[in-house]
């Protein structure tokens, strides 16, 4: 994504940030720490990027 970071629209850039960002960030909807389950929310944060940047 760095390597074509300038043919994303601002609107999909946005989207990009905001996903890494979920998926950064420990203590989201479902902690990362305490449950297997965060990480699953988190690769289910990746799949919905990929479908709107059209990569699925």
């Known amino acids: 994504m760095l390597a074509h970071w300038d043919e994303f629209s601002a609107g999909e850039q946005r989207r990009i940030v905001s996903t890494i ?23 289910a944060e990746l799949h919905k990027l990929q479908e709107y940047l059209g990569y699925v």
Do not use: C, I, W
């Open 21 to 43: 960002q979920y998926v950064v960030e420990t203590d989201d909807a479902v902690n990362d720490l305490k449950a297997p389950a965060g990480l699953r929310d988190d690769l």
